[in-house]
């Protein structure tokens, strides 16, 4: 069983930046190099959705349209911790973020590839809110 810790969250003005940061910690030999890993976000009202997501080897990295440009996804397996940038935030960034890691091949930055029972797990959330 995996467990995840965000951090990083808090109140920022429209153009400002975050970052947030997930820890992840496992079985005594755990190693982030195992687990894809990503960000996802849920408003209030909304659905859940990916935000950015990072393949094992770090060789595949998606982004979520409306954060392109302005978002980056890192990993630091050896510090079994991976990061989300935000930069020149905006009020429609405001929710809730959460961070997930999971066994398996990655496809898509969708929470339902996060979800496999078993084979990861997810944060609880960190809220995050950008003043206008």
């Known amino acids: 069983q995996l467990n995840l810790v965000e951090s990083g969250g808090g109140l920022v003005q429209s153009g400002g930046s975050l970052r947030l940061s997930c820890a992840v910690s496992g079985f005594s030999s755990f190693n982030l190099k195992y687990v894809k890993v990503g960000w996802f976000r849920q408003a209030p009202g909304k659905e859940r959705e990916g935000v950015s997501c990072?393949?094992?080897?770090?060789?595949?990295?998606d982004y979520a349209d409306s954060v392109k440009g302005r978002f980056n996804i890192s990993r630091d397996n050896a510090k079994n911790t991976f990061f989300l940038q935000m930069n020149s935030l905006k009020p429609e960034d405001t929710a809730i973020y959460y961070c997930?890691?999971?066994?398996?091949?990655?496809?898509?930055?969708?929470?339902?590839?996060?979800?496999?029972?078993?084979?990861?797990?997810w944060g609880p959330g960190t809220q995050v809110v950008v003043a206008a």
């Open positions: 990072i393949n094992t080897l770090g060789d595949t990295i």
């Open positions: 997930a890691a999971q066994y398996g091949p990655y496809k898509n930055c969708v929470p339902d590839e996060f979800n496999t029972p078993g084979q990861g797990s």
